[in-house]
């Protein structure tokens, strides 16, 4: 009977030191970095699982470009399948955008060129305003011959995940169910936002929980074996994890610039791992056997990733023990102490101001400005500051708690849902928090942790009868309206 379960022990039973994990946290904290989730598993054990609240072990997040590796496993199981081979040629699966005129650059093209990221391309050929990103890729005039130099290519990966989905007549997702998910025992309800034409969103639209992703790692890690099953062929794990061209002209650091395989990087340590925007992570080190995943929103925090890295190279490598260690009774309890306290970052400042009850409930009128906000007031509480401001789509409201995280509805409700360029009909799901920095600037920030994931800051500053805003916003493909100067005088 196949096991379902990571089993579980203590970091001293696999040969870590539980301060080693505990110090990882802390710095982590310490640079105010909005992680949400840190596990480690070791010798196939999961000995370390830590969740920033309100992220939890069953809450579905977001994996950004972690979703290519995983297209890269429905390709190997389908190649296992026999319903395709590497190096078919892309263009056969696509007859509808293909014509007598297509570039032969295009039709040359392989699926195995499209799974190292060796595109014809110099980019990414899709659009968020586009309404077909699968012909973006046909219709986009190559610029080289596919197969030679790596180039970071997400389009290329949809076009990878829908020939899955063309040739199983279903999503990616669900094809990988009874073959990989299922026996792995992944939670249920795993899914991927689809692409405008219907596609799945293979190159960063699949949300499964931080346990998932270890256990998919896991497979990976053991050579595409789970509890002695073989789920995907191991000559097919070797290669995607392995070497298969160089990536250092894209790189922006010794981190990236190992290598790249099927969709999976090349680690230092002689690692690979899947990765995605804003700290999805999972960190295989089969020298160490050894898997560290991460998850977070570190979108506009440039060194994140390296410095994630660095700590496992520097804090946690170092101290592993080939044998078990003695427990360390004080030390898990407080580590496992420190992991229940843990929460997302607030705003560092005071939470009074003297100028507070003088600028509450003050209405201030601006001038044509990129945020297309006018009307805008603050209510001061002792444990909010309430904005209301007026947009040409209605008055809306952003609640930001003092010293405490407030969740809320977003007012806007046009953004994506399921589909891109779908309005989800709702507003994402926020939190929301503001300090006064000095006595006449309040910074507040707001942080989506939805289905998608970005944040803004707000700096507003009240001098004498005057409001002056700036937001900066760090989101892929919404927010737009919520960055830029607007300034106004009150009524």
């Not at 650059?105 to 990221?117: G, S």
């Not at 991927?192 to 293979?202: A, D, K």
């Not at 002792?382 to 995280?405: A, C, Q, S, W």
């Not at 409700?413 to 399921?418: A, I, P």
Request: aromatic share 10%.
């Amino acid at each position: 009977m196949t096991n379902h379960t990571i089993l579980e022990a203590t970091p001293e039973d696999v040969g870590i030191p539980s301060e080693a994990i505990l110090k990882i946290l802390r710095q982590l904290d310490d640079l105010r970095l909005p992680m949400h989730s840190l596990l480690i598993i070791r010798h196939g054990k999961l000995v370390s699982e830590n969740y920033w609240k309100p992220f939890h072990r069953d809450r579905k997040h977001r994996l950004y470009s972690v979703s290519k590796s995983w297209v890269a496993l429905a390709v190997g199981i389908m190649q296992d399948e026999g319903r395709l081979s590497l190096d078919d040629q892309v263009a056969k699966y696509f007859p509808e955008y293909t014509l007598n005129d297509t570039h032969d650059y295009l039709k040359r093209a392989t699926i195995r060129d499209l799974l190292m990221m060796a595109d014809c391309h110099d980019d990414s050929t899709h659009r968020f305003d586009m309404a077909d990103w699968a012909k973006s890729w046909f219709e986009t005039n190559p610029t080289h011959p596919s197969g030679t130099i790596f180039q970071y290519n997400t389009t290329g990966t949809n076009i990878c995940c829908a020939i899955v989905e063309k040739l199983s007549g279903m999503s990616f997702i669900d094809y990988l169910y009874p073959r990989l998910l299922e026996p792995i025992g992944a939670s249920e309800g795993i899914t991927c936002i689809q692409t405008p034409e219907g596609f799945s969103f293979g190159g960063s639209g699949v949300l499964a929980t931080p346990r998932d992703l270890a256990k998919v790692a896991l497979v990976c890690l053991n050579g595409g074996r789970w509890d002695g099953k073989q789920l995907i062929s191991e000559q097919f794990i070797r290669e995607a994890t392995s070497w298969q061209i160089d990536n250092s002209a894209f790189a922006t650091g010794i981190n990236d610039a190992q290598g790249y395989g099927y969709q999976i990087w090349r680690t230092r340590h002689n690692g690979f791992a899947f990765y995605g925007m804003g700290s999805q992570y999972a960190i295989c080190l089969p020298d160490q056997d050894l898997i560290v995943i991460t998850t977070g929103d570190t979108q506009g925090y440039l060194h994140a990733g390296h410095i994630i890295h660095e700590l496992i190279w520097q804090e946690l490598l170092p101290r592993l023990s080939k044998q078990e260690l003695a427990e360390n009774a004080i030390a898990n309890k407080e580590l496992k102490d420190y992991s229940a306290s843990m929460e997302l970052p607030l705003e560092v400042g005071s939470y009074t101001s003297p100028i507070a009850a003088e600028i509450s409930g003050v209405k201030y009128h601006f001038s044509d400005n990129p945020l297309n906000i006018d009307g805008v007031s603050f209510d001061v509480k002792p444990d909010r500051v309430v904005m209301t401001y007026l947009k040409p789509n209605g008055e809306h409201k952003l609640i930001f708690g003092m010293g405490k995280h407030e969740a809320q509805e977003f007012p806007e409700t046009h953004y994506s849902g399921n589909r891109i360029g779908t309005p989800a009909g709702r507003g994402y799901q926020v939190l929301a928090d503001a300090t006064w920095v000095d006595d006449t600037t309040l910074v507040g920030k707001v942080m989506v942790i939805d289905d998608y994931f970005g944040s803004f800051r707000m700096i507003a500053r009240f001098v004498d009868n005057e409001l002056t805003i700036l937001m900066t916003k760090n989101a892929e493909d919404f927010l737009h309206d919520y960055q830029g100067f607007a300034a106004g005088k009150a009524e």
